[in-house]
């Protein structure tokens, strides 16, 4: 059987991870993974929550209680995943710990702690709501492991309309702050965000591809990221800032 067939998608269910019909390398791989995707679920939605309390223009208000119900939402359906297989949310978010260290988590620590009035709010979204569109699209969408794929469908259309979200207030943005305000808080935020998506060709990586857990490598998701938002600023007349090749990514 060649490699991208052992694990079709959706094909393993809670169950076969329970009673151990799958190889313990999956099941090891897998807790990783839906780990990281439900701390970074449960970190923006505490950047929603803290937006709430910093983010003065009062329109914005529902859409970010929207916003903030779904990310709890979305924390939920991945910590569900995991309890079915046998570990709970602090079980999960203390393995997370060294991770929290790496580049990948820059992004969503920033929301979750420092997220500082509207401009910064948008760039948040653009780092995380676009990115997470992304992975749960492209990545998560078909994986073998079904609860995750079901999982990801739900979260789907949310994350689409945060991204749309993000999208709109991006032009508003810079109608009402200034080309120059916006394209000096997308330099703040822009390295963390390309670096979401992890480092490229990593063990880590390569073990989520082979078992099916994802569809993509880090390294091409986050092209697909930049060119995305590339499109989107020259729609808005503002130029992407240059970052370095290399992973983790800094401004050029
Ligand atoms: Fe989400
Ligand atoms: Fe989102």
Same mark, same amino acid.
């Given at each position: 059987?060649?490699?991208?067939?052992?694990?079709?998608?959706? @094909?393993?269910?809670?169950?076969?991870?329970?009673?151990?019909?799958?190889?313990?390398?999956?099941?090891? @791989?897998?807790?990783?993974?839906?780990?990281?995707?439900?701390?970074?679920?449960?970190?923006?939605?505490?950047?929603?929550?803290?937006?709430?309390?910093?983010? @003065?223009?009062?329109? !914005?208000?529902?859409?970010?209680?929207?916003?903030?119900?779904?990310?709890?939402?979305?924390?939920?359906?991945?910590?569900?995943?995991?309890?079915?297989?046998?570990?709970? &949310?602090?079980?999960?978010?203390?393995?997370?710990?060294?991770?929290?260290?790496?580049?990948?988590?820059?992004?969503?620590?920033?929301?979750?702690?420092?997220?500082? *009035?509207?401009?910064?709010? !948008?760039?948040?979204?653009?780092?995380?709501?676009?990115? *997470?569109?992304?992975?749960?699209?492209?990545?998560?969408?078909?994986?073998?492991?079904?609860?995750?794929?079901?999982?990801?469908?739900?979260?789907?259309?949310?994350?689409?309309?945060?991204?749309?979200?993000?999208?709109?207030?991006?032009?508003?943005?810079?109608?009402?702050?200034?080309?120059?305000?916006?394209?000096?808080?997308?330099? &703040?935020?822009?390295?963390?965000?390309?670096?979401?998506?992890?480092?490229?060709?990593?063990?880590?990586?390569?073990?989520?591809?082979?078992?099916? !857990?994802?569809?993509?490598?880090?390294?091409?998701?986050?092209?697909?990221?930049?060119?995305?938002?590339?499109?989107?600023?020259?729609?808005?007349?503002? @130029?992407?800032?240059?970052?370095?090749?290399?992973?983790?990514?800094?401004?050029?």
């Amino acid at each position: 059987m060649s490699r991208g067939r052992e694990f079709p998608a959706r @094909t393993v269910e809670a169950e076969d991870v329970r009673l151990r019909r799958v190889d313990p390398h999956y099941t090891k @791989t897998l807790v990783r993974l839906l780990a990281a995707h439900a701390l970074a679920e449960k970190l923006t939605a505490l950047g929603y929550e803290r937006a709430l309390e910093t983010v @003065t223009n009062g329109s !914005l208000r529902p859409v970010i209680e929207k916003h903030l119900a779904e990310e709890r939402h979305h924390a939920a359906l991945v910590y569900r995943a995991l309890r079915d297989i046998g570990v709970t &949310q602090e079980e999960a978010d203390r393995s997370m710990i060294p991770a929290l260290k790496a580049p990948s988590f820059e992004a969503p620590l920033r929301f979750a702690r420092s997220v500082a *009035g509207e401009l910064d709010l !948008l760039m948040a979204s653009l780092s995380l709501d676009m990115t *997470g569109l992304l992975m749960v699209g492209v990545n998560y969408k078909d994986s073998s492991y079904a609860p995750h794929a079901r999982a990801a469908e739900r979260i789907l259309d949310e994350e689409a309309e945060h991204e749309l979200f993000a999208v709109g207030e991006l032009a508003s943005a810079v109608e009402r702050f200034g080309p120059q305000a916006v394209a000096a808080a997308l330099r &703040q935020w822009l390295a963390a965000a390309a670096n979401f998506f992890g480092p490229p060709g990593s063990g880590f990586g390569y073990d989520c591809k082979r078992f099916g !857990l994802k569809a993509r490598d880090n390294g091409e998701l986050t092209e697909l990221y930049l060119s995305m938002l590339e499109r989107r600023l020259d729609k808005v007349g503002l @130029t992407m800032p240059r970052l370095t090749p290399g992973y983790p990514h800094a401004l050029a």
